[in-house]
């Protein structure tokens, strides 16, 4: 459609030589104007619907594959490993998701139509000039060529600066999310300088590729400008003065022609430098879609029965767990068995496998061996079924920016009495004032309370830990796990935590708990001790502290609350 366009909009200006043409072969009253005018007006409302209907079918196109870009990006990156998560940069993220994506929604699809349109269009423009002179087939190919090894050298210096210039954006962003996020801290040691210092180097490595980025495009366009003008004036001379019979009209026309076709030369290499730019951009997100993702589950995939789980019971036989396919070992063939509603306590050592375990109890980092929650295989379930139905409160919890119903509650299932006596449960506050309102130490908040999310929260880390607890209260799993959940609250509020744990949860929830504090466990059922990823004691606490030379029992006595913990037992 293109090319019947670009010959359209040739037609149009040859019949335009053609019409002035016939005033000087017939007397001026001879010359139908009325029918030469439909005729032109005929070939510009075509070439109008042309290339509207082309455009048209081209945009819709262009976003319905953009839409599935964006659709299979935003898919890699949620169902990458926590592994890749953790290696790759956030600002880097971002830049694919905001500047890149824009690029290939907006300028690379329009970048391509560009560059097929004037490709199309140099075509068109110089076969009319051969019908003409055909002598110029030589010069014109030549032209070309030398303007294609022009272009191939100009984006050979190009490519390399555009390159330069998006790579050192990201850590610009990066460095001042951090500086946003940590603004406390480089304020108290007043890090200030260091900081804008980091920032001013960056921002220059950023901008300092643009003075040779502008020198290439005046090398560019220097050269091109020059070979245009020398096939112009040489084709223009051999029209004029050569003996080749052309009229005036088909002089005119050949002209018109050259002049379209050299200047569209430095055109089209500019277009294709920046559709090669933006086609980076493409390859950029195309680098996010082949990333290590999660592993689904396998063929025979288990749809659980609807009232599954009706338990908290979970058995592990020989699990192993790694970080990534081809790392070490972090977790070595644990086997262990929890009752449904018992309270599993896990302790140990800094690098121990604690995290790990709860990790691999989610399929968060590559396993092996068999993990049975309520009777079915984990391996065999849906991830999204699995993570549905367990709770994770993690040390450092995230919370959403919305109200604070919407973070214990983002999909409105319960009413707003349920939500408070989770509040009440998990310890947020001590005394409960009129209607919503809801009383820590040092602020008020009420359902309707504005909370900020990320780095900025307006709450404390011990405030986000008791109501990432409300909220796994909140979901009624039947197998609940706190890695370290209390870690940031006092000892009294942890105690009331834990007080109210016991009384809230069902007798079918199995809570395991990653505990920092022994006190926080010394009550539990059992408690499991692990080391270099091993499980070495598993048992009662009061059976575990009764064995000579037991590593818990060794943790208990290191520890400066010892008597208290040992009278939690007795």
């Not at 009752?339 to 990790?359: A, C, D, M, P, W």
């Not at 309520?374 to 993690?394: A, F, H, M, Q, Y």
């Not at 504005?450 to 405030?463: K, M, P, T």
Request: glycine share 8%; charged share 20%.
């Amino acid at each position: 459609m293109m090319l019947l366009n670009a010959l359209n909009y040739s037609l149009q200006s040859w019949f335009l030589g053609y019409w002035s043409s016939q005033y000087d072969s017939q007397p001026a009253s001879s010359v139908s104007v009325s029918w030469f005018l439909s005729v032109y007006a005929g070939l510009l409302l075509s070439s109008m619907s042309i290339y509207s209907f082309a455009f048209t079918l081209w945009t819709f196109g262009s976003i319905r594959a953009s839409q599935i870009i964006h659709r299979s990006f935003i898919n890699s990156i949620m169902t990458s490993t926590f592994r890749w998560l953790d290696t790759t940069p956030t600002s880097r993220i971002i830049i694919r998701a905001t500047a890149d994506i824009r690029s290939i929604d907006d300028s690379l699809a329009f970048g391509i139509w560009r560059l097929i349109e004037a490709s199309v269009t140099m075509f068109v423009n110089l076969g009319s000039i051969m019908i003409f002179a055909p002598l110029f087939l030589l010069p014109g190919v030549t032209i070309a060529m030398l303007a294609v090894s022009f272009g191939q050298m100009y984006l050979s210096a190009q490519l390399p600066l555009r390159r330069l210039m998006s790579i050192n954006k990201a850590p610009i962003l990066g460095n001042f999310a951090a500086a946003v996020a940590g603004l406390v801290s480089i304020r108290a040691f007043g890090a200030e300088d260091m900081f804008l210092k980091e920032s001013r180097m960056r921002i220059d490595a950023w901008l300092r590729p643009g003075l040779p980025s502008f020198n290439v495009n005046r090398w560019i366009g220097i050269r091109v400008d020059a070979l245009a003008g020398i096939f112009t004036a040489a084709l223009g001379a051999y029209l004029v003065y050569g003996d080749n019979g052309t009229s005036a009209a088909n002089t005119g026309f050949s002209m018109t022609m050259a002049v379209g076709f050299t200047s569209l030369t430095l055109i089209w290499i500019r277009i294709y430098n920046a559709t090669e730019l933006e086609a980076n951009s493409l390859e950029r997100v195309r680098h996010y879609l082949v990333i290590e993702h999660e592993d689904e589950a396998h063929s025979e995939c288990v749809v659980p029965p609807a009232y599954w789980p009706a338990s908290g019971a979970l058995q592990v036989k020989g699990l192993c767990a790694r970080y990534s396919k081809d790392g070490p070992e972090v977790l070595h063939d644990l086997t262990f068995f929890v009752r449904s509603g018992e309270h599993i306590g896990i302790v140990g050592r800094t690098g121990s496998g604690k995290s790990s375990l709860t990790l691999a109890l989610l399929r968060a980092i590559p396993t092996s061996g068999q993990v049975l929650y309520d009777g079915i295989s984990t391996e065999k379930l849906n991830l999204d079924v699995l993570r549905s139905n367990i709770t994770i409160s993690p040390q450092v919890p995230e919370l959403l920016s919305g109200t604070l119903r919407s973070n214990l509650d983002p999909f409105s299932e319960h009413d707003d009495s349920r939500l408070n006596d989770a509040l009440r449960s998990a310890g947020l506050f001590a005394l409960q004032s009129q209607g919503n309102q809801l009383h820590t130490q040092d602020t008020k908040l009420g359902l309707d309370s504005e909370i900020r999310g990320g780095g900025s929260s307006n709450l404390s880390v011990g405030q986000r830990q008791i109501i990432a607890l409300a909220r796994a209260i909140v979901r009624e799993n039947k197998l609940i796990i706190f890695d370290e959940a209390t870690s940031s609250i006092d000892h009294e509020t942890d105690s009331k935590i834990q007080d109210t744990l016991r009384h809230e949860l069902g007798d079918d929830v199995t809570l395991i708990t990653v505990a920092h504090r022994l006190g926080t466990v010394m009550d539990y059922d059992r408690i499991m001790v692990l080391d270099e990823g091993r499980i070495i004691e598993f048992d009662s606490p009061k059976r575990l502290l009764e064995k000579e030379g037991g590593v818990f029992r060794g943790l208990v006595d290191e520890s400066a609350d010892r008597a208290k913990l040992y009278a939690m037992v007795n």
